[in-house]
């Protein structure tokens, strides 16, 4: 059973930035949007946002950290190639296929494998941060934030590029006890699985010496 991570933040908050200090073959990029990362280095990735290849993927085991790049957009595109389509059926589609996404990143996974879920926040009506998601069932009877032991929060402000660590007020932003002592620190996630991998005793991203594929 692997650790799974939620990302959130808006368009240029510096989610998919966070991800320049990671090399090649250190981890496994889906790509759901099919964008260009938004820095010079080359990390391959694969654009797709067909679910059975990506809980492949993640169930391979290959490498031991993987990325999904804005993943809201894997409901958002199944969304639109179902808009012809009428009833609640469609919707509920939706939530199961990220749902079952969500239980293979997290049970399909071995013990030192890490992914991360790259999302753009929404608002429940009260106000309060959630993930972006299709439709109610999602919220209603899963919330989504709560599938994952830690959520950081990407921000861009006067003080530059980040990430939260810790909870500022009305948002999911969650962190076991002790992992980060600082509220908020910077918008590194190769940093974050450093941590992550001395909070578990996970393996290291990489062995030392090794030649590890990780090809999503």
């Known amino acids: 059973m692997g650790v799974t ?4 933040g808006h368009s240029g908050a510096g989610k998919s930035t966070s991800l320049r200090n990671f090399e090649p073959g250190e981890l496994g990029i ?7 990362l938004p820095f010079r280095k080359v990390l391959p990735s694969v654009d797709t946002k067909d679910y059975t290849l990506i809980k492949r993927g993640l169930a391979g085991n290959r490498s031991r950290a993987y990325v999904i790049d ?3 957009y894997l409901m958002a595109f199944e969304n639109f190639a179902k808009a012809q389509q009428s ?3 469609k919707f509920t589609d939706m939530a199961v296929n990220f749902e079952q996404l969500l239980e293979v990143a997290a049970l ?4 030192d494998t890490v ?3 790259l999302m753009h926040p929404d608002y429940d009506d009260a106000g309060r941060m959630k993930p972006k998601t299709i439709g109610k069932m999602l919220d209603n009877q899963l919330t989504v934030e709560g599938m994952f032991p830690i959520v950081l929060l990407a921000v861009h402000d006067a003080e530059g590029y980040g990430f939260l660590t810790h909870d500022p007020g009305n948002t999911p932003v969650k962190t076991p ?7 908020r620190i910077d918008n590194d996630l190769k940093l ?11 393996a290291p991203l990489v062995d030392e010496g090794g030649d590890d594929d990780a090809e999503a």
């Open 177 to 183: 006890m002790g992992m980060f002592e600082e509220d």
């Open 115 to 117: 992914v991360y879920f």
């Open 87 to 89: 009833g609640y059926g």
């Open 108 to 111: 399909n996974t071995d013990k």
């Open 70 to 72: 804005d993943a809201n």
């Open 5 to 8: 991570v939620l990302v959130l």
């Open 192 to 202: 974050v699985d450093s941590v992550i991998r001395d909070y578990y005793g996970m």
């Open 30 to 36: 889906f790509n759901s949007a099919g964008k260009a």
